[in-house]
């Protein structure tokens, strides 16, 4: 079996389990778990900052400990930390118990990432690089779009999910460990990042794109129960279109390789501000508003499977703090997006803050993966 197919699919199980399972299942079961341990809406905040807090810690740590103690023991020790975070939900006795169960699961999503864009960096020959590390990337897609179904089959014996979500962690531990290589990247990398024009560019199309992916992530299921009357089960159905959209990510690669990032770039930005607008608009058919779903989904991977491109390519020697900072920069957009889109929502309505983020998505293709001067020179 070739590194990039071994690599590869333990990196798209490993992506699936974590972010798919460990970080987003918790929404999915809110409700049945809520009715059991009674955690409130207060402390239902409190673990979602929680788990953002984790998140933005844990992606830093790992590209500091991949660079120190390589990718082979960051990618186990993820899965690991995704397996201990879902037992304890499954077996959490009590909220604060529960609480903390959920933030460690959540914490292994920063860990899991930049070590994959090591061991690909490491052992995969340079043309199947971009291919691999957003096959990886689209694992999350695949997380995601299986949760829904699974929840509705085991009709809400959370416990026994997670459990079982728990036992294939350790399964994608064991695979991490034989598959993996154990690069440490280059000797003389270490410290804080160069902040080079790509790196800053970078820094700012990430944080305009995270912010406004929110108007989805964060409001979508708000939006179409509001607009269009659906319960919980038609904005699962939306959320599982998500996850299926986003299986199109794997192929980000691939048009990155054919058509370069800028222009890849500026196309699913694009589609990402029309799908804003189709699931948020008043006039959506549920047709309409499930087809924006599917539309934002292969959006959303699309574009980070860009940024880890872009954030690899910036940064050459030290591929895993350059796929921290794209993704790091989305979280920290989505950590200010969310509550400005509360606060349009609050004020001017629903209606306006679509608006305002559908532009926003396309004001971060302002920013060019190379600028003039750079492909003049190459």
């Excluded at 059991?36 to 790992?62: K, M, Q, R, T, V």
């Excluded at 020959?125 to 085991?154: E, F, H, M, W």
């Excluded at 406004?212 to 089960?233: D, E, K, M, N, Y």
């Excluded at 803050?353 to 971060?364: D, E, G, K, P, S």
Aim: with cysteine.
């Amino acid at each position: 079996m070739s590194p990039a197919i071994r690599i590869g699919a333990t990196g798209f199980g490993l992506i699936a389990i974590c972010y798919g399972f460990a970080r987003f299942a918790f929404g999915l079961f809110l409700p049945q778990i809520d009715g059991e341990l009674g955690l409130g809406p207060s402390l239902s905040g409190i673990i979602s900052g929680g788990s953002f807090a984790s998140y933005c810690i844990a992606i830093i740590a790992s590209a500091v400990l991949t660079e120190r103690i390589g990718a082979r023991a960051v990618a186990v020790g993820a899965a690991i930390v995704a397996a201990v975070g879902m037992a304890g939900i499954a077996l959490a006795p009590s909220p604060l118990i529960l609480a903390i169960a959920v933030v460690v699961a959540g914490s292994s999503t920063g860990l899991a990432s930049p070590p994959m864009a090591a061991a690909v960096a490491a052992a995969v020959r340079k043309s199947r690089q971009d291919l691999t590390n957003t096959v990886i990337n689209a694992g999350t897609s695949v997380g995601v779009a299986s949760s829904g179904p699974i929840a509705l089959a085991i009709a809400g014996q959370w416990r026994l999910a997670f459990g079982a979500f728990a036992a294939v962690a350790v399964v994608l531990a064991f695979a991490a460990a034989v598959s993996l290589p154990a690069s440490r990247g280059d000797k003389g990398a270490g410290g804080l990042p160069p902040l080079n024009s790509p790196v800053l560019r970078l820094i700012s199309a990430s944080f305009l794109m995270g912010a406004a992916s929110t108007a989805l992530w964060s409001f979508g299921g708000q939006i179409v129960s509001h607009q269009l009357g659906w319960g919980p089960t038609g904005t699962g159905v939306l959320w599982t279109c998500i996850g299926a959209g986003g299986i199109a990510g794997a192929w980000a690669g691939t048009l990155v390789g054919r058509f370069g990032l800028d222009p890849v770039h500026w196309t699913f930005l694009g589609l990402m501000s029309t799908s804003i607008l189709a699931v948020g608009s008043g006039v959506a058919t549920p047709a309409f508003a499930l087809t924006g779903g599917l539309l934002f989904g292969a959006a959303y991977v699309m574009l980070t499977g860009v940024y880890l491109v872009w954030g690899t390519h910036a940064l050459p020697a030290r591929p895993a703090t350059g796929l921290m900072i794209g993704f790091l920069t989305i979280a920290v957009g989505q950590t200010v997006g969310a509550p400005l889109f509360g606060l349009l929502m609050a004020g001017p309505g629903a209606g306006s803050a679509v608006i305002c983020f559908a532009v926003i998505a396309l004001l971060a293709g302002t920013f060019r993966a190379r600028s003039a001067s750079e492909s003049s020179a190459s």
